[in-house]
Every structure is written in structure tokens, then in C-alpha cells.
């Protein structure tokens, strides 16, 4: 019999969605190869690529995912995540922003604060809704806005006001497809925190031009103001219909790897964003959701100690920076990130951030990963341990007094 089918040969790139042209890959990842490729050849880094914290999850919080894994929570457990640990988020969210939260039917357990993000995009982005982002910031919220079909909005920050976002520099940016505003305070890479104020107006601003908002909240307890916690959008009446929170276990309880996270809206926010969750990650890892309980519930202490131990960094890192002639930097009153101005030393921040690492092992993050608004900086992560950044901030000053005596 004579073979009629006809082969035309397989280009994967031609087949891809479009939607993939619209994103790039991470830019961090790729710092993260280098580290590797260099420690293998027996090279010193120090670490401030990372954004994760660099401590053990608390034992206890282990110990409660072990002890349900031996009771045999194995199946899956509900779409919105079990009710140990909602009814334990909405009492941290109450806690945190002195609104009454109904964790049993505000919150959605994710795989991660990315998810929650990624789920709301998907859940309210129609294609051609735009989506204000400050610039610089996370480039997650870009990608993901980009995959739903939506337009991000980048609203320019500047070093000489912290890194905050302008409420009228947003306004200015509003136009009839703007759906939703992004805040993340405290911010990555800046640390920037949004004041209450500032919040406040920002509130104004989505209520008059009915937008929701994303307020992500992933460090609004690594903070070094007065309070224990960082001001919430939510927190402001009126907010609480239109704002979805999102907020995870990744950097207040060292827990990256077990991939938690929650959002926290009204009812009918929350029922749109389980219509999507129910055919992304179904549902999280049932055991590790019993460990996650216990973190929220349990003793606070292991978090106030992280946070005096990234504190204690942060004062080593800013003086060590200050005291480093050429270098500019805004104090940050959040997160684990520094983002000083390198520009006195070289136009590209990432020709700066391949010399450190190259040279001189110091691993950090050109600030244009994270925005044009970030060009002119580079991205410090002090997840690393007190020694690293003592040694770091000297390292650091030799690096940069050797590339100025080079004569760039
Ligand atoms: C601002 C911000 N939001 C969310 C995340 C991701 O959190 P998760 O590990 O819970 O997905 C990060 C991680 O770096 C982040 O910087």
C-alpha cells in the first residue's frame, strides 16, 4: 500500500504561543547559574543574589507537616486549602491589618504567593486590561500580567523618594482600560515601604477610577518601623472589596522550598479566584498545609529572631555602603534588599553586576532585571549570614575602587 501521509519537519519555536513572546526568562536564574558554575571551579561568593532568607524552617513548624504526614494526611485536601490553616490566615490577616478576616471563606491556600498572583491575573485580566506596576520592581507581576493577555503599566520611582510609588504619578498613568493597581510594599528590589498616607491616597485613587487592588504583602513583617507590621492597603475603609492581599509563608518563616502561600479577599473576589485555582495546582500539599497552621498559630519569636538577625545585616550593609565614596543609597525600611546607586561608577548595571561576580565573587543583581527605573543600581540581598555581609561591604569597596582605577 503506498504511504500517503506527507511530513513537514517539527520547528517547536513555530508551534509556541504567542504569549511566550511576551515574557522573558528570569533574569535572576541566571545569576544563580553563574554562582554555581563558579563555585564548582572552588570560588568564594558572597551572596546577596538571593531572595530568599538563608535559616532552617523552625523546627516546630516541621515537626507539625512530619507528624501529619505520619497520621496519613495524604489526600487531597479542599480547593481553597484546609480549614486549619484558612481559619489560621484569617487571624494573622486580622492580626496584621486590623480588619476582620473570615479565613473559612476569604482566603485561598496557593503554591506560593506567585500563584496567588498569577491566579488573580487570570481570574480578572482581559486581554487589553492594563495593570499598574511601579517601576522597579518583582518582574514577576509583569510576566504574569503579560501571560493573562493583559498590558502592564510601569508608574517610574525614583531613589530621591525611597522608591515609593507617587499617588499622582499613578493617576497620571489611569486610562479607561486600567483594571488594576500592584502595590508591594514592602518592595523587591528597593525594600521601599508604602507610608499610610500614601496608602490612603492610593485607596482614593482605586476608588474613584474603580480598580482593584493587588496589594502583595510577602515582607510586611521583615520591617524595621515602629510597628510590628507594615501599613496595609487593606486596612483602609472602604478597601476591603476591592483589594485582594497577597501574602505567603516563603520569606516570614524561611519556608521558599515548601512553595505556600495565600490570598485574602472579599467572598466574591475569593469564589473568582477558586474558579481558576481549581484548574491550576488543584490544591496544596495536604501535610505541609498542617505545618503551615502551626506556623501561624505557634509562639511568634522564631520571626521576631529572623527579623533582628536581617536587622543587624541591614545596619552592617548600610554603613559599610555609606562609607563607600560614590555610592548612593535610599534607606529601605523593609524587606532584605538594598538597591544602591552604582551609577557614579558605571552607565550599565549589568556590566557592574558581571564585573562583582566575575571578578571579585560578589554575587548581586543588575537593577535592570527589575525595570528601566532600576538601571543605575544593583539589587543587595542580605539573606546571607552576618559574616557574608561584614566581608561583602569590604570586598565590595576594594571591587568598586579597582574599577574606577581601571579608568571606565
Ligand atoms: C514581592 C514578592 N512577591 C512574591 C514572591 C514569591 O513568593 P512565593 O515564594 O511565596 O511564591 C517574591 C519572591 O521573591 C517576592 O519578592
Known sequence: ?????????????????????????????????????????????????????DFDTPAHIKEAAIESLRKGEVHYAPNLGTLALRKAIGNRTTIDTGVKVNGETQSIVMAGANEGIMVSMLAFINPGDEVIIANPNWHHYKSCVSLAGGVPVEVDTKESNGFVLDPRDVEAKITPKTKMLCITSPGNPTGAVQSAQSLKELADIAKRHNLLVMSDEIYSRIYYGKEPVAPSIYSVPGMEERTIIINGFSKTYSMDGW????????????????????????????FIQAGAAHALNADQACVDEMVGQFAARREILLKGIKDIPGLTIAEPL???????????????????????????GIATVAGSVFGSAGEGHIRIAYSCSTDECTRGVQRLAQALAAFKARGY
Not at 503506498?2 to 519537519?9: A, D, G, H, K, V
Not at 544602591?340 to 557592574?352: G, R, T, V
Request: overall charge positive; charged content about 20%.
Open 334 to 360: 523593609g524587606a532584605f534588599y538594598l538597591f544602591p546607586n552604582i551609577s557614579a561608577f558605571c552607565k550599565s548595571s549589568s556590566e557592574l553586576a558581571d564585573y562583582l561576580l566575575a571578578e571579585h
Open 1 to 53: 500500500m503506498q504511504n500517503t501521509t506527507t511530513t513537514t519537519q517539527f520547528n517547536p519555536e513555530a508551534l509556541m504561543a504567542e504569549r511566550l513572546g511576551k515574557v522573558p526568562f528570569s533574569g535572576i536564574r541566571k545569576v544563580f547559574d553563574k554562582v554555581k558554575e563558579l563555585e564548582a571551579t572552588g570560588k568564594d561568593v558572597i551572596h546577596w543574589q538571593i531572595g530568599r532568607p
Open 259 to 286: 512553595r505556600l502561600g495565600w490570598t485574602v479577599a472579599s467572598e466574591q473576589l475569593t469564589r473568582a479566584l477558586l474558579k481558576v485555582r481549581q484548574y491550576t495546582t488543584v490544591c496544596v500539599n495536604t
